[in-house]
């Protein structure tokens, strides 16, 4: 399984990104999938769990972007988007596009930047 990972950018405290990550591979790989999220590590901080997503639609999210962040998936296109609106600052990391199969193999994506900043 591949995960590509895109949509980081620049943005200004208040604004909003949407991310998108699409996985690849063989189609048995890719039905094996229950777990997506999204991971990120800022400068000198720990990478942490933002949001996870199960093929059936239950979320989990770090409580500093509850209410803000929504995650989203299309199962039919193996594709999960992350919409961050009323970004801050503290938002400001390389976010990981991560993947957890049946068998508890993870995956991970190649990171995508988002820089919250005037």
């Known amino acids: 399984v591949q995960l590509q990972a895109s949509g980081g950018g620049l943005v200004q405290p208040g604004g909003s990104l949407k991310l998108s990550c699409a996985a690849s591979g063989a189609s048995g790989s890719l039905l094996s999938i229950n777990l997506m999220g999204w991971y990120r590590q800022a400068p000198g901080k720990k990478r942490e769990l933002v949001v996870d997503?199960?093929?059936?639609?239950?979320?989990d999210y770090l409580d500093a972007v509850k209410g803000r962040f929504t995650i989203s998936r299309d199962n039919a296109k193996n594709t999960v988007y992350l919409q961050m609106n009323n970004l801050k600052p503290e938002d400001t990391a390389i976010y990981y596009c991560?993947?957890?199969?049946?068998?508890?193999?993870?995956?991970w994506g190649q990171g995508t930047l988002v820089t919250v900043s005037s």
């Open positions: 997503i199960t093929r059936d639609g239950d979320t």
């Open positions: 991560n993947a957890v199969n049946k068998q508890l193999h993870e995956f």
